[in-house]
């Protein structure tokens, strides 16, 4: 079977909406002979093509008539698992996605326990900022995003309300995982964490 056959085949195993990247089958060939092969997916149209090095198989939407775009988080924990990075959502993505915010983030930013780098497309761009590995690599993913999130705040936006939307969306697992994990954090973190985990 050729290169291109047997990655075709593992396209299909695949969910539409997936992200792919060039080194998921360095197992099969040589990355230029993966690059190539991928092409030709990208071609017949099996592919589309983020970025250098990163596809993914599209998704048709029945309702728009149309391809959805690509889903920039799944860009990021793409890249993170190509690179072994750890990740977490940062800034307005963690507002947003804790239901702080409704507004849709210009910049997808992430801490990551990897360098700092920045990816781009379009009108997208993910940005990966560096943290210690003690700051992200030992906790969970639900912890370091609540810590970001009341961080973006900032001390004064802290209200009842944020505290309460927080209660509602984290679950009781969640909260005594993170009111342990957050332990070290700054104080007015810690004090604010500690308001919506034991209340």
């Keep these: 079977m050729s290169v291109t056959m047997e990655i075709k085949d593992r396209i299909k195993e695949l969910m539409p909406g997936e992200i792919i990247m060039t080194s998921d089958f360095v197992d ?4 230029t002979t993966v690059r190539k092969c991928l092409g030709r997916c990208t071609d017949d149209g099996i592919l589309r093509r983020v ?5 993914e198989k599209p998704k048709y939407s029945d309702l728009l008539k149309d391809y ?9 924990y793409a890249l993170a698992r190509n690179y072994h990075w750890t990740i977490a959502p940062s800034g307005d993505i963690a507002l947003n996605k804790l239901g702080l915010t409704t507004q849709v983030p210009a910049v997808w930013t992430y801490v990551s326990d990897g360098p700092y780098r920045v990816f781009a497309w379009g009108n997208i761009r993910i940005q990966f900022k560096h943290k210690a590995n003690r700051e992200i690599s030992l906790l969970s993913k639900q ?8 961080r973006a705040l900032g001390k004064e936006r802290i209200t009842a309300g944020v505290i309460a939307q927080l ?5 009781d697992d969640d909260k005594a995982i993170i009111l342990v994990e957050a332990a070290q954090c700054s104080e007015w973190i810690y004090e604010t964490i500690r308001k919506v985990c034991t209340s």
């Design 28 to 31: 099969l060939s040589s990355i």
């Design 51 to 55: 970025f250098d090095g990163v596809y």
């Design 68 to 76: 959805i775009p690509t889903d920039p988080e799944k860009v990021a």
């Design 143 to 150: 912890t370091v995003m609540v810590v970001e999130a009341i």
């Design 167 to 171: 209660q509602k969306k984290l679950s």
